[in-house]
């Protein structure tokens, strides 16, 4: 019989890489390991980093708003979903708050980064007291924004989500790798996975 052990906190980003391949949680909480840093993401942190200067410079024209102010790297917990995270962007205006989240990418949105908005939204939603109903994902790539509404039914999936993780990490589980081969290529934990290609 396996011992019980507490489950730490979550973060947001947990909820990004189970929809990408469950088996980056197993080796993040339950047989925890010091990946490899990957190009991939050392150019992600530099390109935030560039992007967050251009965006203070910037009109809120490409986010279809007349007005508002921009706020950078927002911390943000839920002791209610034991969740936290970094938000890299609030638009605040006066009437809603709209999270963004920049990715590095010339593709459109993955499932696993709209519930990862999705997933600050809830945060944001406890934070300021009011519900969100859009935010947005910054294709760096393409220099492109695309609108994400925060649905009932994404709401709560997050919510199954971040229940399905706990159950993953407090059975010991390693979860199934998804067939898509592609994402293996780059994964940082590529390595310690017995079932890479």
Known sequence: MKATYPIPPLRITDVK???YCPRIIYF????PVNPKVTRKMEYGKEEHE???KKEKRRTLKRYNLPEGRREFRIPLY????????????????SQD???VEYKNTNRKPGRNHI????????????KYFQPLRR???????????????????????VKRVLGAIRNMVSRESMGKILRSRGRCID??????CGDRG
Do not use: N, W
């Open 17 to 19: 890489q189970y929809l």
């Open 28 to 31: 993040t909480y339950v047989v």
């Open 50 to 52: 560039l992007l967050e």
């Open 78 to 93: 839920s002791p209610r979903l034991e969740l936290s995270g970094i938000l890299d962007m609030a638009i605040i205006t």
């Open 97 to 99: 708050i709209h999270p």
């Open 115 to 126: 519930y990862q908005l999705t997933a600050y939204a809830l945060l944001m939603e406890e």
């Open 135 to 157: 935010g947005y994902i910054y294709l760096r790539g393409v220099e492109e924004v695309v609108p994400i509404v925060f649905t009932e039914e994404r709401k709560l999936y």
């Open 187 to 192: 994964c940082e934990y590529r390595y310690f």
